[in-house]
T-cell receptor
Framework: QKEVEQNSGPLSVPEGAIASLNCTYSDRGSQSFFWYRQYSGKSPELIMF????GDKEDGRFTAQLNKASQYVSLLIRDSQPSDSATYLCAVKTGNQFYFGTGTSLTVIP | EADIYQTPRYLVIGTGKKITLECSQT?????MYWYQQDPGMELHLIHYSYGVNSTEKGDLSSESTVSRIRTEHFPLTLESARPSHTSQYLCASSRDRGNSPLHFGNGTRLTVT
């Protein structure tokens, strides 16, 4: 079983819609959870991090964490074509970071 | 915000050559990492360091070596490049605090012919 699992997609949403990206992790001892955005050919860029159960909002982005279910999600409201990218879920356990394979998102104008 | 720099951005080199990929960060982060990523694929940890004179191999050491003589500098060396080493190499750093994220450099795209 992989440490971090993501649906690889592709996920397509129309412009202005809500995009929902999901991630599960296997180690209950994981402390911190991160979402990165990666454009094709570029390096990952940090969007949000969360380490407490519940929701955390930053602009159009909301991260949700449910430690009991070992589940992390990212909601993107009012999706824009510029949001089209691969979204990586990362989980920190001890001193190590574990990445999912990423979900490819396309926002259709 | 971490500033982390990788050079070169692109490198094309012949088989058998020795190469060093440079990575420097200006934020005093203790922890540094090297990842390898093929297009559309997941990141694989190659090496990491928790501080000066500390280096460890990751899941995919890919016949490379690293050194950490100074906090800000974490170079990756391939002693003898092979076509299988063709990939994107990403350097990252993090503060030594439990919830601190990884900050990535711009990457080095390596092609071995």
């Amino acid at each position: 079983q992989k440490e971090v699992e993501q649906n690889s997609g592709p996920l397509s949403v129309p412009e202005g819609a809500i995009a929902s990206l999901n991630c599960t992790y296997s180690d209950r001892g994981s402390q911190s959870f991160f979402w990165y955005r990666q454009y094709s050919g570029k390096s990952p860029e940090l969007i949000m991090f969360i380490y407490s159960n519940g929701d955390k909002e930053d602009g159009r982005f909301t991260a949700q964490l449910n430690k009991a279910s070992q589940y992390v999600s990212l909601l993107i409201r009012d999706s824009q074509p510029s949001d089209s990218a691969t979204y990586l879920c990362a989980v920190k356990t001890g001193n190590q970071f574990y990445f999912g394979t990423g979900t490819s998102l396309t926002v259709i104008p | 915000e971490a500033d982390i720099y990788q050079t070169p951005r692109y490198l094309v080199i012949g088989t058998g050559k020795k190469i060093t990929l440079e990575c420097s960060q200006t934020m005093g982060h203790d922890k540094m990492y090297w990842y390898q990523q093929d297009p559309g694929m997941e990141l694989h940890l190659i090496h990491y360091s928790y501080g000066v004179n500390s280096t460890e191999k990751g899941d995919l050491s890919s016949e490379s070596t690293v050194s950490r003589i100074r906090t800000e500098h974490f170079p990756l060396t391939l002693e003898s490049a092979r076509p299988s080493h063709t990939s994107q190499y990403l350097c990252a750093s993090s503060r030594d605090r439990g919830n601190s994220p990884l900050h990535f450099g711009n990457g080095t795209r390596l092609t071995v012919t």
